[in-house]
């Protein structure tokens, strides 16, 4: 089926160090998926951080890049220099063209001051 | 605009007691999702909706868990005979179904249960 994996966490690391959180996807039944980067803050809800919905293009959003790697199913989070208020949960997850959209088990992000 | 309203926030019962979650999507979106999170996973999706009708809900397990969304606005997901495996929080999430916008979900608070 569908599945997304991403870095296991918890992650921590100090303020303006760079940061890169794994992806890898494996999109069986759709051909052409979207990805996303959502993002839990402590005591928030769930939100989306960044979308890519064409292979080769790159999202961004409050610092964060990815690029949507088709040849290595790919999705990488990154960060060139990360804030105490970036220490939250994210997840990796794809979307077909039906709406449907699995997620990844998440990955902890702590940045210590 | 107002955002995906859940309730109850949490829900603590024994195991064999049943229990409803009720979900208000975002005003004109035409889909929702019902997602569950066990503690310290990702979430998984149970079922989800366009307008009235299910798309999936291969992932529900049929026999203690159902889902409804008769007009195709709120909806409501129960689970009879709830067993301590059940422990997670319960996602709403909704969406407007658009190519360009595919995947892209807004998510309430959710609804904690703890099954004793």
């Known amino acids: 089926g569908d599945s997304v994996t991403q870095t296991e966490g918890p992650v921590t690391v100090s303020e303006s160090e760079s940061l890169i959180i794994n992806c890898t996807y494996s999109?069986?039944?759709?051909?052409?998926?979207?990805l996303f980067w959502y993002v839990r803050y402590p005591g928030e809800g769930l939100q989306l951080l960044l979308k890519v919905i064409t292979a080769g293009q790159k999202g961004s959003s409050r610092g964060f890049e990815a690029t949507y790697n088709k040849e290595t199913t790919s999705f990488h989070l990154q960060k060139a220099s990360v804030q105490e208020s970036d220490s939250a949960v994210y997840y990796c997850a794809l979307g077909s063209n039906t709406n449907k959209v699995v997620f990844g088990t998440g990955t902890r992000l702590q940045v210590l001051p | 605009e107002a955002g995906v309203t859940q309730s109850p926030r949490y829900a603590v019962l024994q195991e064999g007691q049943a229990v409803s979650f009720w979900c208000d999507p975002i005003s004109g979106h035409d889909t929702l999702y019902w997602y569950q999170q066990p503690r310290d996973q990702g979430p998984q999706l149970l079922v989800y909706f366009r307008d009235e009708a299910v798309i999936d809900n291969s992932q529900l397990p049929s026999d203690r868990f159902s889902a409804v969304r008769p007009k195709g606005t709120n909806s409501t997901l129960k689970i009879q005979s709830a067993k301590q495996g059940d422990t997670a929080t319960y996602l709403c999430?909704?969406?407007?179904?658009?190519?360009?916008?595919?995947?892209?979900?807004?998510f309430g608070e959710g609804s904690k249960l703890t099954v004793l």
């Open positions: 999430a909704s969406s407007f179904f658009r190519a360009s916008n595919t995947g892209q979900l807004y």
């Open positions: 999109a069986t039944s759709i051909a052409y998926p979207n």
